[in-house]
C-alpha cells in the first residue's frame, strides 16, 4: 500500500467486491441490483416508436362533441386540433346569447371527454414490458423515497 492507506498501491491491492461483477450489464464490479441498461435502451426505443404511432392515431382520428340534440356540434382530431364548428341556425336568440354559450360549453366537454378517452386508450396501449429499474426506485430504493 502507498502512505496514503485509502489508495492501493497495485492492481493487485484494489478491491473486488463479492458478487455479481456485471450488474446493470456495464462490468463494473459493485454495481448488483442495477438493471440491464442496454435492455432499458431497447425497451425505450420501442416505447418510443409506440409512442410515435399513437400519436400519429391520435392526429388521424376526428371526433365529434354534439349538444343541444345536435343543434352544436364540434369536431376536433384526437390531438384537440379544432376542425370545426356548427351552430344550428334555430338556436341562435339575440335575447339569450347564454342559451347559446352554454350549447357550445356542453358541446366542448362533450368532444373534451371523447378525447381524453381516446388518448388514455392510445397510451394505455403501450407495452411497458418487464420494467425493472433495480434498486434504482420506490421505498428502499438508491435514490431512497423521492
Known sequence: MSDDSNVPATPDEVYEPEGDADAGGLGIPGLSGLPDLGGLFEQATRMQQQMMEAQEQLHATVLEGQSGGGAVTITANGAMEFEHVRIDPGVIDPDDPELLADLV??????????????????????????????GLGGPGGAFGDL
Open 105 to 134: 360549453l356542453a358541446a366542448l366537454r362533450d368532444l373534451t371527454n371523447q378525447v381524453q378517452d381516446l388518448q388514455r386508450g392510445s397510451i394505455g396501449g403501450l407495452d411497458l414490458g418487464d420494467v425493472n429499474l433495480g
